[in-house]
DNA sequence: AGAATTATTTACACAAGCTTTACACTGCTT
DNA sequence: AAGCAGTGTAAAGCTTGTGTAAATAATTCT
């Protein structure tokens, strides 16, 4: 992911300092504003990603730089502050501030907090959706994109073989049988001498093999097949 | 705003009924797990909004929840322990939690706190939808002036090819099927023999290539198609 | 209203996928 | 060991989905 940036708006030059090279250590790129006013109109710059306020600051101080920012801009905020009143604590959530940490702390808590509020905003802006749905035995199927890979290298299979390997690899280390696949996969009854599983699965082994070191199907003679879990 | 829903997982059916009734009072929607097995198959519910995950349970507890879910769950989780421990809190925030928040505390830290999360993703989400430049795989779309570029080069596409091509990008890497596209752009339930959906991806396919090195569409035989993400 | 642009339908060729067939092979039974 | 039923694989044939072009219908613009 491209470098995350960071304003710091505190007029402690020495935490400042102390902060923008730990910050900077951790890969961030960091700015700093010493007041509530030049922090203030920094707070609207596009290129920052989240934003370090102190609540204790002359002039304007952190709670009046929240109420001008309006509680809901669109850049994360994280206040410090000097006093661990819980009051105050609240009184910074409820006018906008994402997350609240009381000074001294831990820088390890600042960066996990921080990262915290950064994944989550991650997470909602790319709204992962269900991922890889099953992975077994070094196979792993992803519904929503049908892709699969095989020891991390992808395989092209066709719809019909898609299926097939979802519902074998969802009854991992079970014997399915051929009436079962064929009435899941192919919608019809299996009739005698239908060799079309056969068939599938064949093709399914053939595309898979080069990938793997061990074939991933049993044949359960006269019963159906099992897929490997290989956790045994 | 529809009502918010709140899965509360926490062994301590005191606290629960004390939380759910300040929850309910304020206008969300509480559902409760008692342990955390039964909690970790609720988070997957696609309509829980936060989660309020107690640390301290039998069997599984809120530790081994959050790495279950894997770090990356779509839902927010604001952890709650009866320990204040620094090094906890952190832990917590490294597997995933959103926010961590010791016992005892006041409701109105825990609102404060609940409110902070969902306001944060409310703002994501809306300047997510409202952002005028979608950007994928060298391909941009400006929702404002209805301007597509390819490779810096402006496209000129009729109104349903923009409309399509938008879908599609804003589902970069899923499978989107006709049906939906079908309903999305043109309103109207696909019908058989319908081939204007092709027609159209056939009409952007030919505008793009000769901007492109590389097909941006992957169709996905009897399924539907995929705009490729390309950061893979 | 007429022209131009855009959307939909139709037609057809092609390619991909599915099924069938054929035959070799395996493992079990007698 | 022979026979048999079940299985693996390859190749051929069939079916269906898809891409494209061209024709028709609808819309928009002037």
Redesign the pocket.
């Known amino acids: 992911m491209k470098q995350q940036h960071i304003l710091l708006i505190d007029d402690d030059h020495e935490l400042v300092e102390l902060l923008t090279e730990y910050l900077v250590s951790e890969g961030f790129q960091v700015s700093a504003c010493f007041d509530g006013l030049s922090g203030l109109e920094s707070a609207y710059n596009d290129d920052i990603d989240l934003i370090l306020l102190d609540v204790m600051m002359p002039e304007l101080n952190g709670f009046e730089v929240l109420k001008a920012l309006g509680g809901h801009h669109k850049t994360p905020i994280l206040m410090l502050t000097a006093r661990g009143d819980e009051t105050d604590r609240i009184l910074g959530l409820e006018l906008g501030a994402d997350d609240y940490l009381a000074k001294p702390f831990q820088h390890r808590e600042l960066l996990a907090r921080i990262k915290a509020i950064l994944r989550r905003i991650d997470i909602v802006k790319h709204d992962k959706e269900e991922s890889p749905i099953v992975l077994v035995n070094h196979v792993s199927l992803n519904h929503s994109t049908r892709e699969v890979t095989c020891h991390e290298q992808a395989v ?1 299979l ?4 898609y ?1 097939l390997l979802h519902v074998l690899m969802s009854k991992s280390g079970q014997i399915v049988t ?1 009436e079962l696949l064929s009435e899941e ?2 919608g ?1 009854k299996l ?1 005698a ?11 399914i ?2 595309k898979l093999l080069p990938l793997s070191p061990s074939d991933k ?1 049993k ?7 099992i897929f490997l879990s290989g956790d045994v």
Chains 1, 2 share one sequence.
């Open positions: 092209e066709t719809g019909t073989e299926q051929k996969v192919l019809r009739t001498f239908d060799r079309s599983i056969d068939m599938h699965i064949s093709n082994r053939r199907f044949t359960i003679r006269g019963a159906g097949y």
